[in-house]
T-cell receptor, first 112, second 113 residues
């Protein structure tokens, strides 16, 4: 059975801190790994990773995939209170259409 | 990315009634849409894949007679929760994607009394 596991489950940091979130997966026929941010409503897309070792960056957020370790990390630098959210990792599988399998999410709270 | 809308955003109904939720892809013709359910403080659980012009594909453990899906056009999929019970109360979200990047609708919060 395909599995996506995120850690930690939750964390609390102060503004300005750096946060590193982990996602590991056990799937057959890996195609892509995606990161989403969910605040009060539906998730918003952050990154899609398909190749190992290539960092994707958007402002203070960055992410990288390690296919050897079957994992990915999402980094947030200089955190702000607006970064408080649930961060979801999802994996797409070849021959499964565009279906995604989601991890349990990491809840991040950034305190002022 | 794709723009997705859902209606209604929130619904409260009595136990035993049926509720229909619409998911619209506003700028992308979607042959496939996905329906998820999310319980409080939990992750997204895929319920089914909605296929335009054919039957939906349900995930294991999801009752197809309970959660009816109709994908009648390339821009609209509907999820009907039939004979709703309090345990069906949840956040229902649909997604659409040109490829494997899925874009989500704003979600529908269902409360069954």
């Amino acid at each position: 059975e395909d599995k996506v596991v995120q850690s930690p489950l939750s964390l609390v940091v102060h503004e300005g801190d750096t946060v590193t979130l982990n996602c590991s997966y056990e799937v057959t026929n890996f195609r892509s790994l995606l990161w989403y941010k969910q605040e009060k409503k539906a998730p918003t897309f952050l990154f899609m990773l398909t190749s190992s070792g290539i960092e994707k960056k958007s402002g203070r957020l960055s992410s990288i995939l390690d296919k050897k370790e079957l994992s990915s990390i999402l980094n947030i630098t200089a955190t702000q209170t607006g970064d408080s959210a649930i961060y979801l990792c999802a994996v797409g599988i070849k021959a499964a259409g565009n279906k995604l399998t989601f991890g349990g999410g990491t809840r991040v709270l950034v305190k002022p | 990315g794709a723009v997705v809308s859902q209606h209604p955003s929130r619904v409260i109904c009595k136990s035993g009634t049926s509720v229909k939720i619409e998911c619209r892809s506003l700028d992308f013709q979607a042959t496939t849409m996905f329906w998820y359910r999310q319980f409080p403080k939990q992750s997204l659980m895929l319920m089914a894949t909605s296929n335009e012009g054919s039957k939906a594909t349900y995930e294991q453990g999801v009752e197809k007679d309970k959660f009816l899906i109709n994908h009648a056009s390339l821009t609209l999929s509907t999820l009907t929760v039939t004979s709703a019970h309090p345990e069906d109360s949840s956040f229902y979200i649909c997604s659409v994607g040109p490829q494997e990047t899925q874009y989500f609708g704003p979600g529908t919060r269902l409360l069954v009394l």
